[in-house]
């Protein structure tokens, strides 16, 4: 669309798997909608996430995490996500390799244990079915597990799937039903323009009546173009994966008290990743990965599944993680712009299914699956910097006319400058 302005019911800024199933969900009400990505499709977040359905309550830190999560709100979330996981395949027509064999959260003191207790509590409360397994109850169901654990809690309904199947089979779904994807095409302008939008790319503009950012790490930027000043803090963490290897893990593993989570994948290798930092967050370029976080969640791994100690590590990994100040999820129109929407925020992948359907939603006026208003935009909005007071002038030295002023010459002040037809759009 080189030089051309086309139009759109919706456009979707960010193509990873969040985009992907907004974009899909949109396209099955009926609503035009054109999906830009900054680059390859799915190749940030959502192409180096670990890829887990998390169903039961997950840990409220990972390590260098300044402020806990509300595992208890997530939880009817988790729930909503799982049920629309189960049908998933189905419905895009593609195989995902999702695989909900189930999970274990593990804890390794008395408090981590009253903490699992806590949960499990939440989770019969919600209707997500999970079971508390103490001592030798919890090594005889999970043989691997270490001498360090006193308790596990259990749950059917974990697992995971595919990230770069999933976005895939997203974006082949949502283009089946008409949606247009422009990749490598970074949004430079985002404005109003009549009663919608005007959006700003390389090859041109698309003029919509809403715009839906899920731009990722990059989200708060994208908004800024619209003025829209909102406050996250992308980090960049790190994942490990071992050689292919026989089956020795066919559940996803995680921890209560702490950042972890190992699962065995399809193709043999296992993912060993939990929320460790990387070196360092660039958003310019790729992520550096750090040898002390490889250390820490190998050696976490190792402890609570000894036999991993025999697999050798094969590469590791960082990638942006969209998260906010209050470590809760983002979604929703922002106050004071009609038709602007954004969504993001950790455990965004699990949540996929659900928030696509969700922003559908919003956008076409509809009752959305779940209660989102208090994980809106409006809690992370920054006022807009005050704007300086005009200079005084300073009584004590009154202003002076110009042919007063000592040691300058009464010159005129330039000429006045031509019109300028600005009609030329440059």
Partial sequence: MSGRQATADVVVIGAGVLGAATAYELARRGLRTAVVERGAPGREGSGTTAGNLHVQAVHTRRPGQAV????????????????????????????????RAGGFTVAETEGQVAELKAKSAWEAAEGIPSELLYGPAAHTALPALGPTVRAVNWCPLDGYANPLLATRAYLAAAGRLGARLLPFSPVTALARHGSGWRTTIPGGTLDSAA???????????????????????????????????????????????????????????????????????????????????????VAQAVRVLPSL???????????????????????????????LYVAGGTYAFTFAPLWGETLAALVAGERPPVAVADLGPHRLMRPEPPRPDPPRPDPARPEQPRSDRPDRPDTPGPAPREPVDDTSGR
């Avoid at 806990?68 to 593609?94: G, I, N, T, V």
């Avoid at 619209?226 to 980090?235: H, K, Y």
């Avoid at 702490?258 to 958003?283: F, R």
């Avoid at 990638?319 to 209050?326: E, F, I, Q, S, V």
């Fill in 68 to 99: 806990p999560l509300d595992s208890r709100r997530f939880l009817p979330l988790q729930k909503a996500a799982s049920e629309r996981w189960s049908d998933l395949e189905a419905d895009l027509e593609a195989d995902l390799e999702v695989r």
């Fill in 211 to 297: 715009v839906i950012d899920v731009a990722g790490p990059w989200l708060d930027a994208v908004a800024a173009l619209a003025g829209v000043r909102l406050r996250m803090t992308p980090v960049a963490i790190q994942m490990h994966a071992t050689v292919r290897a026989p089956v020795v893990l066919r559940h996803l593993v995680q921890h209560i008290g702490e950042g972890l989570s190992v699962k065995q994948v399809t193709a043999g290798n296992v993912l060993i990743g939990g929320g460790w930092p990387a070196g360092g967050l660039d958003l310019a370029g790729r992520s550096r990965t750090s040898t002390h976080s490889l250390a820490g969640n």
């Fill in 309 to 339: 100690a025999r697999l050798r590590l094969l590469r590791m990994w960082a990638g942006p993680l969209a998260a906010t100040p209050d470590e809760m999820p983002l979604i929703g129109e922002v106050p004071g712009e009609r038709g």
